[in-house]
């Protein structure tokens, strides 16, 4: 009989034991209550913790004590660990929004999908969409979310409202960004989901351009210059 049941009182504190991520998920819910975590994971570094909320990594100590923000890089290999998580992590948040929440300019036969932030008003926005047809040509899918640098009530703000309302979205945006003026009108709209998303992943300023592998390219690139580097990176 004691043989049978040692075996079963092992079988059943082991099944009751927390694990590291679990003890570390109650601690982060004390000391970050609201913060949905998303995932905790060992990393290479003995008692450090990787913890996803949303678009940010974060590093936590076994207790849940110390927290560090940064990049985690791997000197021998000369690998970034943390941003190859933040790509897939950027992705999974512009799957979430949903691209009926987006404008988008496809070409017939797409080969990449970019994800554009711009702002009616901003210059080097106006030049990239002066020349959404090169785009185009190159197989470049652009899909067009909002973030107006002025902010949440600003005079660019509401013209992406307006764009948005528009009964030609594509046409109204393109009209904007040729400084034409628009009919102001409201309506249901994504615009503050677009500028919460912007801030999540840290943007300051536009255009904004996030590829298909989730990297992020500050400013304005021209259509050769992306389509190549698209391909670079391992796109089709």
Request: with cysteine; proline share 6%; hydrophobic share 35%.
């Amino acid at each position: 009989m004691k043989k049978i049941l040692l075996p079963l009182l092992l079988l059943a504190v082991t099944a009751g034991a927390e694990t590291p991520p679990d003890t570390l998920r109650q601690a982060l819910g004390r000391q970050l209550p609201g913060a949905t975590i998303d995932a905790i994971r060992e990393t290479p570094v003995p008692g450090l913790y990787e913890v996803v909320i949303g678009p940010h990594i974060y590093y936590v100590s076994k207790d849940g004590r110390y927290l560090l923000r940064g990049h985690l890089i791997d000197l021998e290999t000369r690998t970034d660990l943390t941003e190859a998580k933040q790509a897939k992590a950027r992705l999974k948040a512009l799957e979430a929004l949903g691209e009926d929440r987006m404008i988008i300019f496809a070409p017939e036969h797409p080969k990449h999908t970019i994800t554009v932030f711009t702002d009616v008003d901003c210059g080097y926005c106006r030049r990239l969409h002066s020349q959404i047809d090169q785009y185009l040509a190159r197989g470049i899918r652009v899909r067009y979310l909002f973030f107006p640098r002025a902010g949440k009530g600003s005079h660019s703000y509401d013209k992406a409202i307006a764009v948005w309302c528009a009964k030609d979205r594509r046409k109204a945006l393109t009209e904007a960004k040729q400084g034409r003026e628009i009919e102001l009108k409201t309506c249901d709209h994504p615009v503050d989901q677009h500028m919460a998303l912007a801030q999540q992943f840290g943007i300051t300023g536009t255009p904004m351009i996030v590829t298909e592998t989730g990297e992020i390219l500050p400013g304005y690139v021209p259509p050769n210059t992306l389509a190549r580097h698209l391909e670079e990176a391992g796109g089709q």
